[in-house]
């Protein structure tokens, strides 16, 4: 039934934003399945592939409404002190060659695919992108994107180096690393596929608006500084 309702929704948006971008994201058989990172990355990938084009299939005829396909969100399947704390570079080229055959996967059915879906405030180390400079380049080529989730934790409105450059906006540290280190990645499209409120501040708390008339106010000033950077799709 919520599958149901979700499909629904896809459908109003398409119908009242054609233009809109749609992008669908499989959870239930993904969510809670975990990589094991001493298993082949691709066979892996192939298994995680599986069970989101099972779920997609469910779409039928609404398939054709989905602009981008994202392959896991965050850390969920990655859910390793070493790779999200402490940046291990082997552990970090495996979810590379991990999310570029999910990309491929995505592509021969005729999606356009999402890797990333990046927690705010990660990758804590900026350097850590020089372990999925491949990977970014393939999903490029394949007509994909990259994503992560614009959060902020104090409604602070301000620019880049602040708060805001360091959680909501932390992105375009992404694309200052790019122009030095791969410039040929620095229109590399990226969607903002979640934002919101860290509640309390605290970006291991979960989300919500908290108080409605600042979050509104935030989101107004967000949309009009993402709209500043023409590698963000939306």
């Known amino acids: 039934q919520n599958n149901q309702n979700r499909q629904n929704l896809l459908r109003e948006y398409k119908t009242k934003c054609p233009a809109g971008i749609a992008v669908v994201r499989i959870h239930d058989g993904v969510a809670e399945k975990q990589v094991d990172f001493k298993k082949d990355s691709v066979k892996t990938a192939d298994e995680f592939f599986n ?6 299939n469910r779409l039928g005829d609404d398939t054709k409404l989905v602009d981008y396909l994202s392959a896991t969100n965050e850390f969920e399947n990655f859910d390793d002190d070493d790779l999200v704390l402490r940046g291990d570079k082997t552990k970090w080229q ?11 996967n995505i592509k021969q059915m005729g999606l356009r695919p999402n890797i990333g879906d990046l927690n705010v405030g990660h990758p804590t180390d900026i350097t850590i992108l020089n372990y999925l400079i491949p990977t970014l380049r393939e999903v490029k080529k394949l007509g994909g994107a990259w994503s992560y989730h614009g959060y902020t934790v104090d409604y602070s409105m301000n620019g880049t ?9 932390r992105y375009r540290q992404f694309y200052d690393f790019f122009s030095k280190n791969a410039p040929d990645l620095s229109d590399m499209p990226i969607l903002i596929t979640e ?5 309390s501040g605290r970006k291991d708390k979960g989300y919500m608006p908290g108080n409605i008339e600042k979050f509104k106010t935030w989101l107004t000033w967000y949309d009009g500084e993402i709209g500043k950077d023409n590698y963000v799709v939306g």
């Open 51 to 56: 069970i989101i084009n099972k779920q997609v």
């Open 161 to 169: 180096n602040s708060t805001e450059g360091e959680n909501s906006l």
């Open 94 to 104: 495996w979810v590379g060659r991990f999310w570029t055959r999910i990309a491929q």
């Open 195 to 199: 934002t919101g409120v860290a509640e």
